[in-house]
């Protein structure tokens, strides 16, 4: 990208949360931020306290804190609500044998029972394991088996999936419906919840370090990696959301990802609890009707999304806008892959807002980077780190680079957000660790003389489209698993609406031919077993992989050089 092109957003006037973030930035201290929970009188910790019980406690209790809405359905429910439902499932589960430090798994889809689940685990002092709404069988076996989950929570079309005879730690298996006849080990939580009284003191307090969720995240070798957060990342959860999203009491804030994906729990349910928003659910699948409709109804004034997500709407035409009154929006953001610097001025054009592009991972716990609605925003950047946290491209040595030379993203360790561990993988969470003091992200990037930071792409392998972060290791395994696959090498290729698509190479088995039918086959045997996202969109049939001389793995670099090469051509 050429910078002289780019033409700079100033904000629009407004009263912001964060409104000199120069001086905040001096002056800041984590310290100050704790001040703002209930814990930092009573020495009294839990999440789920911070994100409702507080609120009913401090005289909130009939606010509106869930609005969904799928079709012609909807629900809200206040605060209060909230509460006695989370008491109540907590009570259930507690009766079931559900303790302080248990995993237990929430598969459902986008729906106040969602939530509603995840709050009651963390009220027990569990670790909540939320799972993606489109998780195939294998999916949700790696993760259910490498943590040994033995509780999950679901309902009756997802649980369809989850395969039972090959979980053997598994040992409930809670459904939200009524269920005719349920198998050993399987409770209709209808059922138990009619029978059962709520106990209003079931929620446990627990220590800042003590684990509060696991999400499974992929890397370019092995299987998806569990990474556990502690409850003291409320603390960074909390703050961007006050500063990042700039919620304030009477916002209505959508953020479109499931729970599955680490911001759909984070920044779906935390963040924005932590600072008392009605958050809005909207059930369903991608539809441009649906989302605009959504907003219309809600009166949204706060809406996160994604690359790919504004693409498409974008993709809809201009037209489609005109007739939804979206005239409630007030801050727009997005997250997780780059956001062109086209989406930000056809949000500004058409939506008549700027959008706020932010940057974190999994294992960072929230955002780091941010574009704060009382700066400038530099369209092709990600923003600028967030008060209380130091961001810097290092070499391959670790050793600081000068603005507009490519490296290594890393950010200065500890922050409250980050990561308390990787399941049962010292070495992995140690990689993050290479040079002393610093976590480094995998990504590239620049930063400039204003401290702005540009993505550049990964320094490994991984792949992310429609900003789901896909390891190539775990779909190769997958496709070597069909008869007619002998060796497979995934890539990411550049596509114009999701970032990238996932691309397989693959050498077939003897005695199997190339045809469009095999290779759909192939495509849908990956679909099935993983995950929608998961499947190679492109597969193409080659002879031989290109693979090092000496150890004879097979080189992506390479297949992603002809790739390109070819896209160029
Ligand atoms: O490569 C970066 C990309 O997404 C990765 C993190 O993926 P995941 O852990 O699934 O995300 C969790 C919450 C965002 C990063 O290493 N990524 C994230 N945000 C951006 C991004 N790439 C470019 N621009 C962003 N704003």
Excluded at 39 to 51: F, L, P
Excluded at 78 to 92: C, G, R
Aim: hydrophobic share 40%; charged share 25%; with cysteine.
């Amino acid at each position: 990208m050429i910078t002289s092109l780019v033409k700079y957003l100033n904000p629009a006037r407004g009263d912001y949360n964060l409104s000199n973030y120069q001086k905040v930035r001096e002056e800041f201290s984590w310290e100050e931020v704790k001040k703002n929970f209930s814990w930092y009188k009573t020495n009294k910790v839990n999440m789920a306290y911070e994100c409702i019980d507080r609120h009913v406690a401090d005289g909130f209790g009939e606010k509106i804190a869930i609005h969904y809405v799928n079709g012609e359905e909807e629900i809200k429910y206040t605060f209060k609500e909230v509460k006695e439902k989370t008491d109540h499932l907590a009570t259930v589960l507690k009766k079931h044998g559900i303790h302080k430090g248990d995993i237990v798994f929430v598969f459902l889809p986008k729906h106040p029972d969602c939530l509603i689940a995840t709050l009651a685990v963390i009220k027990l002092g569990a670790i909540v394991g939320p799972l993606f709404e489109a998780f195939m069988e294998e999916a949700i076996k790696d993760r259910i088996s490498d943590c040994e989950g033995r509780y999950l929570i679901t309902n009756l079309e997802l649980g369809i999936r989850v395969p039972r005879d090959e979980l053997p730690t598994l040992k409930k298996i809670f459904y939200t419906e009524d269920v005719d006849q349920c198998l050993n080990g399987e409770i209709s939580l209808v059922g138990e919840l009619r029978n059962t009284e709520i106990d209003n003191n079931v929620l446990e307090w627990v220590d800042f370090e003590h684990g509060l969720n696991i999400h499974y995240t992929s890397g370019s070798t092995g299987k998806p990696k569990g990474i556990i957060h502690a409850h003291r990342a409320m603390i960074h959860q909390y703050l961007t959301g006050k500063w990042v999203l700039d919620l304030k009491e009477d916002d209505v804030y959508w953020c479109t990802a499931h729970p599955g994906w680490v911001t759909g729990t984070v920044y779906g349910i935390f963040s924005p609890w932590l600072n008392r928003a009605t958050i809005v659910i909207n059930g369903g699948r991608f539809d441009a009707h649906s989302w605009y409709k959504a907003i219309e109804r809600t009166k949204t004034t706060v809406w996160y999304s994604a690359p790919t997500a504004f693409r498409m709407l974008m993709a809809e035409g201009n037209d489609l806008v005109c007739e939804y009154d979206l005239s409630s929006l007030r801050h727009l953001l997005s997250v997780g892959e780059p956001l062109n610097p086209e989406v930000i001025y056809w949000g500004q054009e058409v939506l008549g807002r700027r959008i706020h592009d932010t940057w974190w991972m999994t294992e960072t716990g929230a955002q780091l980077i941010v574009n704060l609605p009382s700066e400038v925003i530099k369209p092709g950047s990600m923003g600028r780190a967030f008060p209380g946290i130091e961001i810097a491209v290092l070499d391959d040595d670790g050793e600081r680079l000068q603005p507009g030379e490519v490296g290594h993203l890393a950010v200065k360790a500890p922050w409250p957000g980050i990561m308390k561990e990787v399941w049962r993988n010292k070495e992995k969470y140690d990689s993050y660790f290479k040079f002393d003091g610093w976590y480094i992200s995998g990504d590239l990037a620049t930063i400039d003389e204003d401290g702005y930071i540009f993505f550049q792409g990964r320094s490994d392998d991984m792949i992310n489209s429609s900003g789901e972060r896909i390891g190539p290791f775990e779909v190769e395994s997958k496709l070597i698993e069909h008869p007619a696959v002998a060796e497979a090498g995934v890539i990411g290729k550049p596509d114009p609406l999701r970032g990238e698509i996932v691309k397989a190479f693959i050498v077939l088995r003897k005695g199997y031919e190339a045809s469009a039918h095999l290779i759909e086959e192939i495509r849908l045997f990956v679909r099935q077993k993983l995950a929608a996202h998961s499947a190679p969109r492109e597969i193409e049939v080659l002879d031989e992989l290109p693979k090092t001389k000496i150890s004879g793995k097979i080189l992506r670099r390479e297949l992603k050089r002809l790739e390109l090469q070819r896209l160029g051509e």
